[in-house]
């Protein structure tokens, strides 16, 4: 069974970091690609980063500059370093991975950037 667990998310002042951590079980965590989405309310879910197995990323051109994907092999956990968080920032977070066809989704970790 895959499961998804996000931590990290909070309350920040425009300019401040998070960094939010994802871990992943039910997967064979070191050749799966790994993604971070945000959905802000009354908005679409998108994606702001993705890594592959192999360590390529890939960024949403809102956060291009600002904000790194990596991945731990060891600890089956991804993270997002967020920094020059901005208030448009804002959104839930949510950790996703493909498995067989299936896409899997954590429950979500709240970013809230303030002005």
């Known amino acids: 069974q895959v499961q998804l667990v996000e931590s990290g998310g909070g309350q920040v002042q425009a300019g401040g970091s998070l960094r939010l951590s994802c871990a992943a079980s039910g997967v064979i965590f070191s050749i799966s690609l790994m993604g971070w989405y945000r959905q802000a309310p009354g908005e679409q879910r998108e994606l702001v980063a993705s890594?592959?197995?192999?360590?390529?990323?890939r960024y949403a051109n809102s956060v291009k500059g600002r904000f790194a994907i990596s991945r731990d092999n060891a600890r089956n956990t991804v993270y997002l370093q967020m920094n020059s968080l901005k208030p448009e920032d804002t959104a839930v977070y949510y950790c996703h991975t493909v498995l067989t066809g299936m896409n899997y989704w954590g429950k979500g970790t709240l970013v809230t950037v303030s002005s």
């Open positions: 890594i592959t197995g192999g360590g390529s990323t």
